[in-house]
Nanobody, 121 residues
Framework: QVQLVESGGGLVQTGGSLRLSCAAS????????MGWYRQVPGKQRELVAV???????SYSNSAKGRFTISRDNARNTVYLQMNSLKPEDTAVYYCAADHRSAVAINSVRYWGQGTQVTVSS
């Protein structure tokens, strides 16, 4: 079992910055992709950014140029630096990690509990 704990959400004004962190713990063997998703009430959860174990990154169009995802494999931690925040970035942000155990072929996705990000206009 793998647990993900997010931190760093909060209230910020338009144009401000926040840095989200997500630490994985538990019986960790290998974590492939780690990513950040967000969700607003009444809408589907959407991908914000993802990073592979080797450091390859991918961003949603809304995140490109403003957000940066990074990870520390030694600490099993992923970060999301969010700059130039806009009111439309307001959402609950969830961390995800694709974990493969020593005896499995496929990965299992684990989710954090979510952290609220609110951007005021």
């Amino acid at each position: 079992q793998v647990q993900l704990v997010e931190s760093g959400g909060g209230l910020v004004q338009t144009g401000g910055s926040l840095r989200l962190s997500c630490a994985a713990s538990g019986r960790i063997f290998w974590i492939n992709d780690m990513g950040w998703y967000r969700q607003v009430p009444g809408k589907q959860r959407e991908l914000v950014a993802v990073i592979s174990s080797g450091g390859s990154t991918s961003y949603s169009n809304s995140a490109k140029g403003r957000f940066t995802i990074s990870r520390d494999n030694a600490r099993n931690t992923v970060y999301l630096q969010m700059n130039s925040l806009k009111p439309e970035d307001t959402a609950v942000y969830y961390c995800a990690a694709d974990h493969r155990s020593a005896v499995a072929i496929n990965s299992v996705r684990y989710w954090g509990q979510g952290t609220q990000v609110t951007v005021s206009s």
